[in-house]
Structures are given as structure tokens and as C-alpha cells.
């Protein structure tokens, strides 16, 4: 299992930047696949970055050029830098770890909001 805690939404104005972090309680070394999603009212969940163990990474159209996902082994946080941000990109933000076993293991943190004021 793997615990997760994310940090740093906060509410900014369009064309600002935040940071966002995700503290994992294991090695990210451990973990198949990091990634963040976020999910607007009345929208479903979708993948925003993710990162994998060999540090492939996978961005949605949408935030491509803008938001850069990374990660701190020594500290086992992942990081996604949101720059030029727009007021489509609230949402709330929810870091997650996918485990292989057979089966894909999903594990998801509390969630943080972003706010973009236009």
C-alpha cells in the first residue's frame, strides 16, 4: 500500500503559476506509476501528467507546453509545475500511484483545489 499527501493548491490569477506536491510514504522507486488527475464540478476525473518508474512521462493535450511533472527520489515526492494557468484549469488536483500486481492497485490522496480567477 502506499499513502499519499498532496500540497500546494491555492487560488491564483490567470497566466500564474503553482507547484504542486505529492508525498508518498514508500520509495516512488517502488511504485509503477505516479501521476496527477483532477476533476472540475460536474466533470469526470481526468489525467492530467503522469510519470513512470523509468521517468517516461505522459501529458494530456491540454497542458502540454504549460505543466511539467517531476519527481524528488531523496524526499519520494513528485511535483507537478502548472505555469500559464488558465481559469479551465480548476479543479481539484489528486495525486495518484499505481501498482502492478497482476492487476492495476489505484491509490489516490485527499486531493487539493486549484482556483484560476480570470
Known amino acids: 500500500q502506499v499513502q499519499l499527501v498532496e500540497s500546494g493548491g491555492d487560488l491564483v490569477q490567470a497566466g500564474g503559476s503553482l507547484r504542486l506536491s505529492c508525498a508518498a510514504s514508500?520509495?516512488?522507486?517502488?511504485?509503477?506509476?505516479m501521476g496527477w488527475y483532477r476533476q472540475a464540478p460536474g466533470k469526470q476525473r481526468e489525467l492530467v501528467a503522469s510519470?513512470?518508474?523509468?521517468?517516461?512521462?505522459n501529458y494530456a493535450d491540454s497542458v502540454k507546453g504549460r505543466f511539467t511533472i517531476s519527481r524528488d527520489s531523496a524526499k519520494n515526492t513528485v511535483y507537478l509545475q502548472m505555469n500559464s494557468l488558465k481559469p479551465d484549469d480548476t479543479a481539484v488536483y489528486y495525486c495518484n500511484a499505481r501498482l502492478w500486481g497482476g492487476v492495476a492497485n489505484d491509490y489516490w490522496g485527499q486531493g487539493t483545489q486549484v482556483t484560476v480567477s480570470s
Open positions: 510519470i513512470s518508474i523509468s521517468g517516461s512521462t
Open positions: 514508500r520509495s516512488i522507486f517502488s511504485i509503477n506509476t
